[in-house]
């Protein structure tokens, strides 16, 4: 059954009718790789869920397929949403396979590369604003309130419900709930999703435990560590340039409920962690994913994290949408050389040897 979506695997626990769309491009089923190097030296369990691998290439298709899907059952034509770049990209593919016109707000010159050329690609009216990703939600949010765009942003509540099968899977691919499980927060929507679907999946008797869950911020959009809305909010992890989470609430309810926390790392840590991820573990996530393994490494020289527990860092999105932050934070830069065999000899073995 691996090569059907996340609506026809996880039907039974999705607000999936007869009269909704059979829609899918495959996502969901994504690999939890083992992360065996960092596993040893920072005396963990580590697995890595890589959302990367979903067909736009981050986790929002698991929610985008049911909320698009929902939104031609309910017999609309046009679907909107802000973004920092993912859902916009989503929202484009599934809107174009169900010939419905999609209107997409992101934030001029803070939107990855990758990103931008897919909605455009998929067909989507991309407007670029002089503004945050904030200020087109509240936009976004207001104009869907009266004209008869449906609203695709994490607000919608199946999104949610789609995002969940992601802790679904997590507890099939491990056998049961993992001791914690760490995620970037931006919006907020992805944490309260994966809460969700653990307590939903505890409640079936599918996992024997619920993980702690610990989300992290970037350090200069942090409102909820702050504890205020961050008014211009600033990091490299474009993806979660965000100040003021629509879903604060839940997420805070979710490391409570869970005995995790809500902290935040920085720009440098979390390029850090996005080399470490790519060079030791052979995983290319974008910036913004590398959140969740920063985090735990911050946690864990805290003390926060007890040797040999088992983590699952989810690595939201992939590596090739933001090649601009990828070439600078390699900071290696090809050799341009003549195409001639004693000139690359020369390169890899240094003069002398040769
Ligand atoms: N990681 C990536 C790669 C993202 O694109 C996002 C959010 C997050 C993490 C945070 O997830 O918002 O549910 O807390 N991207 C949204 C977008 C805001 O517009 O693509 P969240």
């Given at each position: 059954?691996?090569?059907?979506?996340?609506?026809?695997?996880?039907?039974?626990?999705?607000?999936?009718?007869?009269?909704?769309?059979?829609?899918?491009?495959?996502?969901?089923?994504?690999?939890?790789?083992?992360?065996?190097?960092?596993?040893?030296?920072?005396?963990?369990?580590?697995?890595?869920?890589?959302?990367?691998?979903?067909?736009?290439?981050?986790?929002?298709?698991?929610?985008?397929?049911?909320?698009?899907?929902?939104?031609?059952?309910?017999?609309?034509?046009?679907?909107?949403?802000?973004?920092?770049?993912?859902?916009?990209?989503?929202?484009?593919?599934?809107?174009?396979?169900?010939?419905?016109?999609?209107?997409?707000?992101?934030?001029?010159?803070?939107?990855?590369?990758?990103?931008?050329?897919?909605?455009?690609?998929?067909?989507?009216?991309?407007?670029?604003?002089?503004?945050?990703?904030?200020?087109?939600?509240?936009?976004?949010?207001?104009?869907?309130?009266?004209?008869?765009?449906?609203?695709?942003?994490?607000?919608?509540?199946?999104?949610?419900?789609?995002?969940?099968?992601?802790?679904?899977?997590?507890?099939?691919?491990?056998?049961?709930?993992?001791?914690?499980?760490?995620?970037?927060?931006?919006?907020?929507?992805?944490?309260?999703?994966?809460?969700?679907?653990?307590?939903?999946?505890?409640?079936?008797?599918?996992?024997?435990?619920?993980?702690?869950?610990?989300?992290?911020?970037?350090?200069?959009?942090?409102?909820?560590?702050?504890?205020?809305?961050?008014?211009?909010?600033?990091?490299?992890?474009?993806?979660?340039?965000?100040?003021?989470?629509?879903?604060?609430?839940s997420a805070v309810k979710a490391a409570e409920e869970s005995q995790g926390r809500i902290d935040s790392v920085t720009d440098e840590e979390i390029l850090e962690a996005y080399l470490e991820i790519a060079r030791r573990e052979?995983?290319?996530?974008?910036?913004?994913?590398?959140?969740?393994?920063?985090?735990?490494?911050?946690?864990?020289?805290?003390?926060?994290?007890?040797?040999?527990?088992?983590?699952?860092?989810?690595?939201?999105?992939?590596?090739?949408?933001?090649?601009?932050?990828?070439?600078?934070?390699?900071?290696?830069?090809?050799?341009?050389?003549?195409?001639?065999?004693?000139?690359?000899?020369?390169?890899?073995?240094?003069?002398?040897?040769?």
């Open positions: 059954m691996n090569n059907q979506g996340i609506m026809a695997r996880y039907r039974e626990y999705l607000p999936v009718t007869d009269k909704t769309p059979e829609l899918s491009l495959q996502e969901g089923n994504t690999p939890l790789l083992r992360g065996d190097q960092l596993s040893e030296e920072y005396e963990l369990d580590v697995y890595f869920k890589v959302e990367g691998f979903n067909p736009t290439g981050s986790f929002k298709d698991r929610g985008m397929v049911v909320a698009i899907a929902k939104a031609a059952e309910e017999g609309s034509q046009a679907v909107m949403c802000a973004s920092t770049g993912n859902t916009s990209a989503s929202a484009a593919a599934y809107a174009a396979r169900l010939g419905l016109r999609c209107v997409v707000v992101v934030p001029d010159q803070n939107i990855a590369l990758g990103k931008l050329s897919q909605a455009l690609v998929y067909g989507a009216e991309v407007l670029a604003v002089r503004g945050n990703f904030d200020q087109a939600l509240e936009i976004v949010r207001n104009l869907t309130e009266r004209y008869p765009f449906t609203l695709v942003n994490s607000v919608n509540p199946y999104r949610i419900e789609g995002q969940k099968t992601a802790a679904f899977e997590v507890c099939d691919q491990l056998g049961t709930a993992p001791d914690i499980l760490a995620i970037p927060v931006g919006n907020a929507g992805n944490i309260t999703a994966y809460w969700k679907g653990f307590v939903e999946y505890h409640q079936a008797g599918k996992s024997d435990r619920l993980p702690k869950m610990v989300g992290f911020e970037a350090e200069g959009a942090a409102a909820i560590v702050r504890g205020e809305r961050v008014k211009e909010p600033e990091t490299v992890a474009t993806a979660i340039r965000i100040g003021n989470p629509a879903s604060w609430d052979g995983i290319f996530a974008e910036p913004a994913s590398a959140a969740s393994w920063a985090g735990v490494k911050k946690m864990r020289k805290q003390g926060l994290i007890p040797a040999g527990s088992r983590v699952v860092c989810v690595l939201t999105g992939n590596g090739l949408k933001d090649p601009g932050t990828a070439i600078d934070a390699a900071a290696a830069e090809p050799k341009v050389l003549d195409c001639d065999e004693s000139v690359i000899l020369e390169a890899i073995m240094g003069a002398e040897e040769v």
